[in-house]
């Protein structure tokens, strides 16, 4: 939950060059189109992750049987306040008005910040807890549980992710890699329009070769080349290997959505490379 944090500081400084450039742009064509796909991304993008860390906070302090602080759920409203006020009142991100936007993004950047300093405080007051009771509230839980969100983006990977916790959960370790590397597929076709990828070793070589921006190529690639001889030749992933695997698929997939590209230098890619369509 703390990378989930990090991760809206991320999304945080991203909306931010959004709007600067939005707001260089002023009232032309593009600018428009841009404020247009900034506020559909605030609510697909933006705004979910801060419904989802919602969802895991409430269902933490169920499991923990405690209730959140005011502290945490205030800045929660405000960050959702602040995101609608500037993608949504007042004509949205096509209404030029630079201060209304300014005023937004800085209170933005001071709730976060203390929603975070609120989020550690209720760790400190839950662990508190679990150590009068013998941490007997969370003997049951299921980390893996919370890598599972479903969001708007990314659905079909976003699936695969579920099976996978369902098979970690079931201890059905030589089903976890056959649903974590499909994840991966889809999460990329989603992220840059491609129909289809292979072979996907051929196709990570050629992503950094000629520039398409990943999160990662070579731990990629260990996924689907050492992945796809383990499980042809029988040999199955350990537990703890299964899921920091899940782990690093689900923070991979949230990665992608960091990445700015244009469609122009899809097509490039698309034309040098022969391993996409």
């Known amino acids: 939950m703390r990378e989930d944090f990090a991760y809206i500081v991320s999304l945080q400084k991203k909306l931010f060059f959004y709007v600067f450039d939005i707001d260089k742009l002023g009232g032309t064509l593009r600018g ?31 499991e923990l049987n405690l209730s959140p ?10 960050i959702e306040n602040y995101l609608q006020r500037l993608a949504y009142s007042k004509g949205g991100l096509s209404c030029n008005n630079n201060e209304e936007h300014q005023y937004c993004l800085d209170h933005l950047n001071e709730v976060i910040s203390s929603y975070e300093n609120a989020f550690e405080q209720f760790v400190t007051y839950a662990r508190n807890c679990l150590y009068q009771t013998d941490w007997a509230a969370i003997k049951n839980a299921n980390p893996e549980e919370y890598l599972g969100f479903s969001r708007r983006r990314y659905v079909s990977a976003r699936e695969e992710l579920e099976k996978a916790i369902e098979a970690i959960k079931n201890s ?46 070579s731990m990629l690639y260990d996924y689907f080349d050492e992945g796809s001889q383990r499980i042809h030749s029988g040999k199955l992933n350990t537990p703890y290997e299964c899921k920091k695997a899940l782990e690093f698929v689900a923070g991979f997939i949230d990665e992608l959505e960091l990445i ?18």
Not at 179 to 205: C, Q, T, W, Y
Not at 269 to 275: A, D, G, L, N, P
């Open 260 to 277: 700015d590209i244009s469609k122009e230098k899809i097509d490039e890619f698309k034309q040098k490379s022969r391993f996409v369509e």
């Open 69 to 78: 602080k005011s502290e945490l759920l205030a800045p929660q409203q405000q």
């Open 172 to 217: 059905q370790w030589d089903e976890v890699l056959n649903h974590l590397r499909p994840a991966i597929d889809l999460s990329i076709k989603e992220k840059f329009g491609f129909k289809k990828i292979n072979p996907m070793r051929l196709f990570l070589v050629d992503a950094e070769k000629y520039g398409l921006p990943l999160p990662t190529y």
């Open 32 to 62: 428009h189109q841009l404020a247009v796909e900034t506020e559909k991304w605030v609510g697909d993008v933006y705004l979910d992750k801060v419904f989802e860390i919602r969802s895991k906070l409430n269902k933490f302090s169920r």
